[in-house]
């Protein structure tokens, strides 16, 4: 079982650009919930989305960011026109079931850092 | 809204020796879940312990331990016979209301120094 997956680790992009981060849940895992975490600061719950529907974005910023957890294939967190002030680690987790009560396993995360 | 406060930003411990990590959190809600995740230099997360609010019994897990205090609302970690490995940020989490959202308190930076 590899656990959660994410890709790139490290990701560089320029203002205005556009930063795709994937995510693919454990094996069996149909929950899928970004975090993000800024310099000096524990995460901070973004979305939860289950296959093909998004469950919870409350915690997304309202303009330039959008998730996806489609049939088939891997989560997206689509970033448009980055700015400076997305650089942060981003990071993926996922469950067996709907809730976090025995915690989620998260993948390692995506640096994503712009210039 | 729930908050997690940490409020040592940093800790050290020799090896071989115990420290304890601080954690205090706010919740309305009387069934809820606490976890301490250890996140290393390689950025990933690791869960090392959890504990179910409605238990009164401490969660250990082998040199991992907590104090949860209830009515105080406090949640500490106690890590025994410190080993290097354990070098770490750590945070505390607690559900969230919706029972799928974790929130996480600002982390305490362990040092082990030999």
């Known amino acids: 079982n590899a656990g959660v997956m994410q890709n790139p680790r490290h990701l560089v992009r320029r203002r205005g650009q556009e930063a795709r981060l994937r995510c693919s849940p454990m094996k069996g895992h149909s929950h899928v919930y970004w975090y993000r975490q800024l310099p000096e600061e524990g995460l901070k719950f973004m979305v939860y989305l289950q296959k093909e529907n998004i469950i919870d974005e409350s915690g997304m910023p309202k303009e330039r960011f959008s998730a996806e957890f489609p049939k088939e294939g891997p989560s997206i967190l689509r970033i448009q026109q980055v700015v400076r002030g997305d650089s942060a680690a981003y990071f993926c987790?996922?469950?067996?079931?709907?809730?976090?009560?025995?915690?989620?396993?998260f993948g390692s995360g995506t640096r994503l850092t712009v210039v | 809204a729930q908050t997690v406060t940490q409020s040592q930003p940093e800790m050290s411990v020799q090896e071989a020796e115990t420290v304890t990590l601080s954690c205090t959190y706010d919740t309305s809600e009387s069934d809820y879940y606490l976890f301490w995740y250890k996140q290393p230099p390689s950025r990933q997360m690791i869960l090392v312990i959890r504990?179910?609010?409605?238990?009164?019994q401490n969660a250990t897990e082998n040199r991992f331990s907590v104090n949860f205090q209830k009515a105080a609302k406090s949640f500490s970690l106690k890590i025994s016979d410190s080993q290097l490995g354990d070098a770490a940020m750590y945070f505390c989490?607690?559900?969230?209301?919706?029972?799928?959202?974790?929130?996480f308190g600002k982390g305490t930076s362990l040092l082990v120094t030999p």
């Open positions: 989490a607690s559900n969230s209301n919706s029972g799928y959202a974790l929130n």
């Open positions: 504990q179910e609010a409605y238990k009164q």
């Open positions: 987790a996922s469950s067996p079931g709907p809730n976090s009560n025995y915690g989620y396993t």
